[in-house]
């Protein structure tokens, strides 16, 4: 199980997204471009001294990304709040990269379109999203649940 970014926007997202990486032994992703400067010091209060400890991959663009999960025959989860099926009647295997959007505009059309399962956390109705490290630790949790890959 992995856990890409796409062009996050909220440093305070990404460190404690890479935080609870760090924490499970997942591999993360970033793809950039953040709309931050991206650096140990920008990570630092939410990802405290355990986003150093996280194995970290960035991708200068979506194209790259892309191109390393192709070659890598990884599977695309794509967390949205438009998914398709609803998370706790998602099956998820053990090498799935779930794919999370930027804050303020989640992914474009183009990524939707390469996702090979799109998955929505279930909510109350009138509510829009999650905080998007919260909805990563939500999907994780279930992801490594049901592949038994949590820590043992």
């Given at each position: 199980?992995?856990?890409?970014?796409?062009?996050?926007?909220?440093?305070?997202n990404?460190?404690?997204?890479?935080?609870?990486?760090?924490?499970?032994?997942?591999?993360?992703?970033?793809?950039?471009?953040?709309?931050?400067?991206?650096?140990?010091?920008?990570?630092?209060?939410?990802?405290?001294?355990?986003?150093?400890?996280?194995?970290?991959?960035?991708?200068?663009?979506?194209?790259?990304?892309?191109?390393?999960s192709?070659?890598?025959?990884?599977?695309?989860?794509?967390?949205?709040?438009?998914?398709?099926?609803?998370?706790?009647?998602?099956?998820?295997?053990?090498?799935?990269?779930?794919?999370?959007?930027?804050?303020?505009?989640?992914?474009?059309?183009?990524?939707?379109?390469?996702?090979a399962?799109?998955?929505?956390?279930?909510?109350?109705?009138?509510?829009?999203?999650?905080?998007?490290?919260?909805?990563?630790?939500?999907?994780l949790?279930?992801?490594?649940?049901?592949t038994k890959?949590?820590?043992?």
């Amino acid at each position: 199980m992995e856990i890409a970014l796409f062009q996050p926007d909220i440093a305070g997202n990404v460190g404690t997204t890479l935080r609870t990486a760090a924490c499970f032994g997942v591999p993360a992703h970033i793809i950039e471009p953040c709309g931050f400067p991206f650096s140990d010091g920008a990570l630092k209060r939410a990802g405290m001294d355990y986003a150093v400890r996280a194995n970290v991959r960035r991708h200068p663009d979506w194209d790259g990304f892309r191109q390393w999960s192709a070659d890598a025959g990884r599977r695309l989860v794509l967390l949205t709040t438009t998914g398709a099926t609803p998370l706790p009647g998602f099956v998820f295997e053990a090498d799935d990269v779930l794919l999370l959007g930027a804050e303020s505009s989640g992914v474009p059309p183009y990524v939707h379109d390469a996702a090979a399962a799109r998955v929505a956390i279930p909510m109350q109705p009138g509510f829009r999203s999650l905080n998007v490290a919260v909805a990563a630790g939500i999907a994780l949790a279930e992801a490594l649940r049901q592949t038994k890959g949590f820590p043992a």
